[in-house]
């Protein structure tokens, strides 16, 4: 009982921490990740607020993840949606109350950093708890299935689609890019080195204070 408390808490930090880092990445104005670069186009365009319109994006992804996976798409995974929402609340509560607007470059790219560190240390956590998925990696891990490779690559042919698609809706509504520049690289490169130092430091002993993974099964 303690260790699937553990697990709860655990999972539930790194939903938050996750979403801290979202709002963090949009206030740098360099760019932001192509995961959240459609609902960051559509919320700067349209003037809507920015924790509703990641919920939107999250559960149509979902849809698609369903769409993709057909049969294998179970009720268990719509369980994403709910957690969307929760993720969406505190991406509304951090935007409101962080008022954070660098006016150099330095403190941009210090408010980058930050961000990065952040929203990998929130998606590790979340998916070393092994509990709900965020929407848009279980859409990347569905793509990756669906050709027959990993997640990985399934992650990087979503991470072009949303670019591309976010470069279309900022040139078509406004005829310049919105949300993507240095800072939307340096996510994408440093995300994943972030995880990875992240996951080597603590993976075993979150996985172990979670109950996932026992001393045994570390030798």
């Known amino acids: 009982m303690k260790e699937q408390l553990n697990r709860a808490v655990i999972y539930f930090f790194g939903l938050i921490v996750l979403a801290l880092g979202i709002v963090l990445n949009t206030k740098t104005l360099l760019g932001v990740s192509p995961i959240i670069s459609i609902p960051y186009n559509v919320c700067q365009i349209g003037h809507f607020n920015l924790g509703i319109t990641v919920f939107i994006f999250y559960s149509f ?81 569905a793509i990756g299935e669906k050709i027959h490779r990993d997640m990985g690559l399934g992650k990087n042919i979503f991470d072009f689609t949303c670019f591309c698609i976010a470069l279309v809706i900022g040139f078509a509504f406004t005829g310049h890019i919105i949300g993507i520049g240095i800072g939307t690289l340096f996510v994408v490169i440093f995300t994943g080195r972030v995880i990875a130092v992240y996951n080597y430091l603590l993976k075993v002993k979150m996985q172990m204070a979670a109950g996932l993974l026992t001393q045994e099964e570390m030798f």
């Open 61 to 141: 992804c979902v849809l698609v993840e369903a769409v993709i996976k057909g049969k294998n798409f179970k009720i268990y995974d719509l369980l994403q949606i709910p957690m969307s929402l929760v993720t969406s609340m505190f991406i509304n509560f951090f935007d409101q109350y962080l008022n954070l607007q660098p006016d150099t470059v330095a403190g941009k790219f210090l408010l980058l950093i930050a961000a990065v560190l952040v929203t990998g240390i929130g998606a590790a956590t979340m998916v070393n708890m092994k509990l709900i998925p965020n929407p848009a990696d279980a859409l990347a891990a």
